[in-house]
């Protein structure tokens, strides 16, 4: 954790040593571009019709079911209550459970 919320995806965009119009993902692209590096996709008033997100929540693999229960946990719960759980975390991913 950096200044009390997740570097994740946002590293190095507001400094300037990373640049967004050069990014493959399309959700970067999209939250970073629309919303800033402080915001998530959790943030976003088109969550619940997002095309991008839909199609990323539609992908097989663990770390895109983890992604998905993040921001909705986020989107019920917050991000100071994700990030209060997510600073115990050892690895990339961990329990939303307290």
């Known amino acids: 954790m950096t200044e009390g919320r997740c570097p994740g995806c ?3 965009y507001e400094t300037g040593e990373r640049d967004v119009a050069k ?3 399309k959700i ?6 629309k919303m800033g590096s402080s915001c998530t996709c959790a943030d976003c008033p088109d969550f ?5 997100l ?3 929540y539609g992908k097989t693999g663990y770390k895109y079911k983890k992604y998905r229960e993040s921001l909705e946990f ?11 759980i997510a600073k115990r975390w050892k690895g990339p991913y961990g329990s939303l459970m307290d």
């Open 54 to 56: 839909q199609g990323f």
């Open 74 to 84: 986020i989107r019920t719960n917050g991000n100071a209550a994700f990030l209060t």
């Open 23 to 25: 990014a493959r993902c």
């Open 28 to 33: 970067k692209i999209c939250c970073i571009g």
């Open 48 to 52: 619940p019709r997002c095309n991008i």
């Open 10 to 12: 946002t590293a190095g």
